[in-house]
Structures are given as structure tokens and as C-alpha cells.
């Protein structure tokens, strides 16, 4: 059990990365995700291209409000961080009590504190803390999901029964579930696996069974609506990103050394504990995890998945670690959970002293490193945002242009309302806001030092692009990142993106396509239809 002053620590850990978040939230511009989800709240639909409408419609509110945007990731993100902790906590309680015949234990009293140091040391839960993802949503569905599962199962353990309060409320939880992301289907098998090991059939005769998928088909309806107006464009795009590309073993190590560095050995430790100890721990909740984890797994094989994608099925095994956590503490067993849980609160400081300093000090974009700097993304942005829309009014021009999505979807926050179109033939979420740029028009292009590409200069794209202007991000006395605007004339409706190091330090002078006499071989880029990191 903790002492007193450990319970203290605990809690003042949990406030601490509240605040932490709530200073970045007002420090950094939004993230390529970010930017890319809160557009889904400007330009309010049924669904979306790329995913679920509920990390769109949540941000509504706010966004019409014209909210900051340290104001939209305090009322949302963090906020969902911080109950999803305390859910967490709940749940473990509830697990204890439901499960354990012993849970009044002394060894026990801690658990729900272990769960959530759990979760307050996992570096990846902190990003999602501050950014809004659909898997920040999915932070606080899965734990309410596992909360339900359990209290329909105590009732199911009745004679007379009162439960269909219980599955109306899975049913709304459930259909969220299904608003928010796709995959969470994944944590929704482990349901009936659970009640049936616990319960044999008896789900099946309840009418609140029946009801509780009404009630989430219902909820889900937006989605099929919206497919059905875009020819299932949606379902078509997820099966071709979830199938990935050549499946290659290697991917898998990868994949698993990324999921301990993201989320720590801390979890595992408890749960290894938990079971050496033969403490009876419910098994079938487990499949919260084990269900989602196995399939993140396979996909990364072929390289479409991506490690915070586990983060709710993290925070499902919380309560299980938690509470062989607790008891390898009081069993003075805590050697090996000092150093984890050091190393793991460390590789958080370190994550956020690097967003502090904007990378690497004393590190610049020139820097073969900061060419290669993630966390430069995160600053500039709102500046250049701005100057586009000066340089576009000044010159009279109504339309703007990028070669990725990536750097469209801050553009289109930040330059907002002046509409954003990618260069490229695919169809994305960006064609069903803006449409494609129409042929003849001229646009003001803008290119990226840590995303740079050739000038979409030829006979099938514009006639000439001129540099007009540029824009160097400083921070902490040295330089991070550079913007480049150009302004480009005559669109001829087509252009293969290449990626290069382009020079930004050329002089303000014109670019042509008759000056360019040996353009560069073009071929085609990497997909980049909206969110192909996140879905």
C-alpha cells in the first residue's frame, strides 16, 4: 500500500500534467491532425473522408465561438485526459470490489492510484492529452465500456434483474464509440466475449441486448448516410489503408519496441504480477487489450499502423496492472518498479523539454537533424497563415495552394476561410470542402523547408511560379523552419509532386518554366490523403 505521502505524490503528479498540458495547449500551434480535425468542426457533416464525425462535431461549439486555440484543447482534449484518469481509477475500484473477495485488503487500497500512475508516466497519453484525436476520444469510451460490461454482468448474476438502464447506456456508449473511430469495433468484441464467459447466453434473451444495438445502429446512422451519399468512399479508403502495403516481419519488432518506449514496461509489470500471484483478476477483461493489441500488431506488418493507435487498449489494462501494482508494492517488491517508473517519468520530461525548446537546442534547420526536426511542425504556422492571407488579398488572388495534404491542413485552419487545394489527382477530404483548382487560375503556393518540393512548374501545371515573399521561424536564437511564398500563374490542371531540398535562400526573383532547363524527373509521391497517419 502506499504511505500517505505516496498517495500525495500521485495526485500531484496527475495535477501537474494537467497544468503541462494546458501551457502547451496555449504554446504550440495545432498539429497536422489537429488542424486536419478541427476543420471536420468548421465545415460541419454527416462524416468524413478519412473517419468518424464525432472528433468534429465535439469541436463545433468552440470552434463557431471562435475559441482560441489553447481554449479548444483545454475545454476538450485535456479535459477528456484528465476524466478519462479518473474513469480509469473508477474502474479499477469496481474491478476490485466486483472480482475480489479481498479487496479490502490493505495491499489493495492503492490499485486505483497504480492505474493511474500508470497512465501519468506513458509519454504517448500526454500528446494525446493536449491534441485531439479520435483516439483521445476513445481514451474515455473504452474504460466506460469496460465500467458497463461489468455492472450488466452483476446484474446478469441476478435473479431479478433491473438492467435495461444499463444496456441503454452501452448502446449510446457503443454508437460514440463507433462516431469517434472505426477500429473501435475492435474494443467492442470484447463484450460478448466477456458476458458469455460470465454469463453463458442469458445476454441474449434480455430485451435490453436487443436494445442496446438498436440504440448504437441508430447513433451510427450518420456514418452509413454519408457513405451513401459519397458512393461508401470512406469504407473503400479504410480498407485500402488498413490492407497496407508488402507485410514484412521486421515490422513487428519495430512496432513492439515502439509500444514500450510509447507506453512503458510499468503496465506489463503489473499484469505479469498480477497473474504470478494468482490473484484471480477477472481474464476476460483482458480482451480489451489483447483483442485491439494483436490486430495494431498484424497491420503494422505492413506498415499501416501507428503506435499511439493502442492507446485506449493501454488504459484498458491499467486497472489490471494497478492492481498487481499495489501488491507488489506492499509485498516490498520495488526495485524494479522504482527504476521503470523513473525511466519512464524521465523519457516524459524529456519529451517535453524537447517541444520547449522546439527540438534539439541549439540545433537549426540547416543541421542535417533539423532537417529532420517533428517538433519544428508545431511552430510557425499561425504566422504564415496569416501572411497568406495578406499577401493573397494584396495581390488579389483567391485561391491557395499546397503539394500535401500535411501542410494543406494547418493552411486551411490558419488562412481561414480562403479556400486550400492540393496538387494532386487523388480524391481526399480537401476536393469535398474546395474542389480542385480550377484551369487558367492563378494561386499563391506555399512551400515548407521541412517539406519541400519542386515547383509544380511544366506544361501540365502552372506557367510560372514567382517568389514574392519568405518567412524564417526563430526560436530560442535559431532558426527552426522557413516558409516560402510563391505566387503562381495559370493552372493547367495537373502535377506530379516530388519531394527535394529546396533552396530557400534563393533571391526573391522569378521562376519559370523556360528557366528550368533540365527539370527534374517527376514521380509520383507517397499517398497523402487527409489523416493516412491517424486512422
Not at 466486483?98 to 490493505?106: E, K, P, R
Not at 480498407?239 to 515490422?251: N, T, V, Y
Not at 498487481?324 to 520495488?334: D, Y
Not at 537533424?369 to 504566422?383: C, F, M, Q, R, V
Request: glycine residues 8%; aromatic residues 14%; neutral net charge.
Amino acid at each position: 500500500m502506499l504511505s500517505l505521502q505516496g498517495k500525495r505524490l500521485v495526485i500531484f503528479a496527475i495535477i501537474l500534467s494537467f497544468l503541462i498540458h494546458v501551457f502547451f495547449g496555449f504554446y504550440l500551434d495545432f498539429s497536422v491532425d489537429e488542424a486536419h480535425y478541427a476543420l471536420y468542426g468548421l465545415h460541419l457533416d454527416w462524416s468524413y473522408f478519412d473517419h468518424p464525425p464525432l472528433v468534429g462535431w465535439i469541436q463545433a461549439l468552440p470552434i463557431n465561438f471562435e475559441f482560441s486555440v489553447g481554449f479548444i484543447r483545454l475545454f476538450i482534449p485535456e479535459v477528456i485526459w484528465l476524466f478519462s484518469i479518473l474513469m480509469t481509477m473508477s474502474l479499477t475500484r469496481l474491478i476490485l470490489d466486483s472480482f475480489f473477495y479481498f479487496s479490502g485488503d490493505m495491499h489493495f487500497k492503492s490499485a486505483p492510484l497504480w492505474a493511474a500512475l500508470c497512465l501519468v508516466s506513458s509519454p504517448i497519453l500526454h500528446v494525446l492529452g493536449v491534441g485531439l484525436l479520435p483516439d483521445t476520444l476513445l481514451m474515455l469510451i473504452v474504460p466506460m465500456m469496460m465500467w458497463l460490461t461489468i455492472k450488466i454482468h452483476l446484474q446478469l448474476s441476478q435473479r431479478y434483474s433491473r438492467d435495461l438502464g444499463l444496456w441503454i447506456l452501452l448502446g449510446c456508449v457503443l454508437g460514440l464509440a463507433a462516431l469517434a473511430k472505426y477500429t473501435s469495433l475492435f474494443f467492442a468484441l470484447a463484450i460478448p466475449f466477456c458476458l458469455i464467459s460470465w454469463n453463458g447466453l442469458k445476454m441474449f434473451s434480455r430485451p435490453g441486448f436487443w436494445i442496446c444495438l438498436l440504440i448504437a445502429a441508430i447513433l451510427t446512422s450518420p456514418i452509413i448516410y454519408w457513405n451513401i451519399q459519397h458512393e461508401w468512399i470512406s469504407f473503400t479508403y479504410q480498407m485500402a489503408h488498413g490492407s497496407g502495403g508488402e507485410w514484412k516481419f521486421k515490422r513487428l519488432g519495430v512496432f513492439l519496441l515502439n509500444q514500450m518506449v510509447c507506453f512503458g514496461v510499468l503496465p506489463i509489470l503489473g499484469v505479469v504480477w498480477t497473474y504470478r500471484r494468482h490473484l484471480n483478476t477477472p481474464s476476460p477483461l483482458t480482451l480489451f487489450f489483447i483483442i485491439p493489441f494483436l490486430l495494431f500488431l498484424y497491420f503494422s506488418g505492413g506498415g499501416s499502423s501507428l503506435p499511439h493507435w493502442t492507446s485506449p487498449a493501454w488504459i484498458a489494462l491499467a486497472p489490471i496492472a494497478g492492481i498487481g501494482l499495489s501488491n507488489a508494492w506492499g509485498m516490498s517488491k520495488r526495485i524494479w518498479i522504482r527504476f521503470f517508473l523513473i525511466t519512464q517519468l524521465s523519457i516524459c520530461i524529456l519529451g517535453f523539454s524537447l517541444l520547449l525548446w522546439g527540438g534539439i537546442p541549439s540545433v537549426s534547420m540547416q543541421d542535417p537533424l533539423g532537417k529532420n526536426n517533428p517538433i519544428a511542425d508545431l511552430y510557425g504556422w499561425s504566422e504564415a497563415g496569416e501572411k497568406m492571407k495578406i499577401l493573397a488579398q494584396k495581390n488579389q488572388i483567391e485561391h491557395l495552394v499546397v503539394q500535401n495534404w500535411t501542410l494543406g491542413s494547418r493552411l486551411a485552419w490558419y488562412a481561414k476561410p480562403l479556400p486550400v487545394h492540393i496538387l494532386d489527382e487523388r480524391v481526399d477530404q480537401f476536393d469535398l470542402w474546395f474542389g480542385k483548382l480550377p484551369i487558367g487560375k492563378d494561386a499563391l503556393l506555399l512551400n515548407w523547408s521541412q517539406m519541400s518540393f519542386t515547383l509544380p512548374v511544366g506544361d501540365t501545371g502552372f506557367e510560372r511560379c514567382d517568389k514574392v515573399d519568405s518567412m524564417v521561424v526563430h526560436h530560442f536564437g535559431r532558426d527552426i523552419a522557413q516558409f516560402d511564398f510563391l505566387i503562381c500563374k495559370n493552372w493547367q490542371g495537373s502535377f506530379v509532386s516530388q519531394r527535394n531540398d529546396f533552396d530557400f535562400n534563393l533571391p526573391l526573383e522569378t521562376k519559370s518554366s523556360t528557366e528550368l532547363e533540365s527539370p527534374p524527373e517527376q514521380v509520383p509521391s507517397e499517398p497523402s490523403v487527409p489523416n493516412s497517419k491517424n486512422n
